[in-house]
Structure formats: structure tokens, C-alpha cells
């Protein structure tokens, strides 16, 4: 079974300044995707970025990027510029391809607070 | 213009009632999830479907009983309620092929006393 791990349970970071979440994952299927989720107090899940396994270049959406090392199965998210509006909970979550409908597997979660 | 609504949002009820979640989707996906997000903010699938068809049906108790009469609504049934089914349900939907993205309702804070 495919397993996603967050290893940090918070993170803090400056307004302004770059912080990365750490998100390792387990599986043996080869073709697969990966997902980065934000939810804010208002609980609210929001898609943030998405990496396809079959691609090396690291997905970019404006602050978030991602740094995605298939060999090692890690995919950690960066976001540069933090602003306060990013203190949130930040989810990893995997998704294989097969034939028909796949569920998402979540890791736990990392809760990201912004100081002003 | 909103793509996956829940109803309720809040649900406050006693233990061993029986109660509905609904929710619905206008994105014309084929598919459609419930995902459980417990007390630790873990989330966890519950069910898939597919045009309607049970696709996933993950180690639920069954007194869940989701239900889809056409494939923009899934709702989800919960017989004889207990103290643990307290959480938070998340409806989600997508396509079926591909890298599709998963996109989800806002949620319904289900509290059971």
C-alpha cells in the first residue's frame, strides 16, 4: 500500500523569507502524481501544485515550487516570499495511475505559521 | 459559479440518529469521492464513485451508506450515529482518465454528542 509521510509537524516561518515542507513517499508503482494541498482555518481544500512522476522538471505555480527527486521519492514544497496569508495546514498527497478512478493517499499534515 | 457544494456545512446531532450529507458537483466529472478528515486532521478516503457505480468502497463501517443518483451528486447517509463518526467529511470530484486533480467541497463539520 502507498504510504505518504510528512515528517514536520509544524514549521514557522518570517514573513517575506522561504520556508520548505518536507514530504516523503512509498510506493512501487512507476507512474503516479503528486499533490500539494492547502487548508486554511476556513478548512477549505485547495490545490496549491501537482508534479507528474513522469516528469523531471519541478512544477512552478508563481511563490510554490517543488523539488521532486523520484529516485528518492521525496517531493518537498518551497514557498519564497512567505506572506501571511499562507499560514495554513499543507498537505502531500499521492495518487497512482491505473485504469478507472484512484483515490488520493494524504500524509498528515504540516501546520505552517507565517510571523509577522 | 461554485464547483463541489456540501450541504450542511455544520451538523450537530445526537448518537444513534440518522442523518444525510449531500453534495454536488458542476465541474461534469464522472467521478466523485468522500474523504473523512478525523480529530488529527487526517484524511482518509471512504468512498469512490463512477457514473453513478461503486468503485471504492474502503474499510467503512456499514452504516455509511453513500448514494448517487446521478453523477454531478453523491450524498452520504449515516444510520444509528456514533460519538466517533465526529469529523470533518470532504465530498470531492474529478475525471476519471489521467492526472485529473481532485477538487473539493468545503467540508461538513459533523459533531455527534
Known amino acids: 500500500a502507498q504510504t505518504v509521510t510528512q515528517s514536520q509537524p509544524e514549521m514557522s516561518v518570517q514573513e517575506a523569507e522561504t520556508v520548505t515542507l518536507s514530504c516523503t513517499y512509498d510506493?512501487?508503482?512507476?507512474?503516479?502524481?503528486l499533490f500539494w494541498y492547502k487548508q486554511p482555518p476556513s478548512r477549505q481544500m485547495i490545490l496549491v501544485i501537482r508534479q507528474e512522476a513522469y516528469k523531471q522538471q519541478n512544477a512552478t505555480e508563481n511563490r510554490f515550487s517543488v523539488n521532486f527527486q523520484k529516485a528518492a521519492k521525496s517531493f518537498s514544497l518551497k514557498i519564497s516570499d512567505s506572506q501571511l496569508g499562507d499560514a495554513a495546514m499543507y498537505f502531500c498527497?499521492?495518487?497512482?495511475?491505473?485504469?478507472?478512478?484512484?483515490?488520493?493517499?494524504f500524509g498528515k499534515g504540516t501546520r505552517l505559521s507565517v510571523i509577522a | 459559479d461554485t464547483a463541489v457544494s456540501q450541504t450542511p456545512k455544520y451538523l450537530v446531532t445526537q448518537m444513534g440518529n440518522d442523518k444525510s450529507i449531500k453534495c454536488e458537483q458542476n465541474?461534469?466529472?464522472?467521478?466523485m469521492y468522500w474523504y473523512k478528515q478525523d480529530s488529527k486532521k487526517f484524511l482518509k478516503i471512504m468512498f469512490s464513485y463512477n457514473n453513478k457505480e461503486l468503485i471504492i468502497n474502503e474499510t467503512v463501517p456499514n452504516r455509511f451508506s453513500p448514494k448517487s443518483p446521478d453523477k454531478a451528486h453523491l450524498n452520504l447517509h449515516i444510520n444509528s450515529l456514533e460519538l466517533g463518526d465526529s469529523a470533518v467529511y470532504f465530498c470531492a470530484s474529478s475525471h476519471i482518465a489521467g492526472e485529473e486533480t481532485q477538487y473539493f467541497g468545503p467540508g461538513t463539520r459533523l459533531l455527534v454528542l
Open positions: 510506493t512501487s508503482e512507476s507512474d503516479y502524481y
Open positions: 498527497a499521492y495518487r497512482a495511475v491505473h485504469s478507472g478512478n484512484t483515490p488520493l493517499v
Open positions: 465541474l461534469g466529472h464522472d467521478t
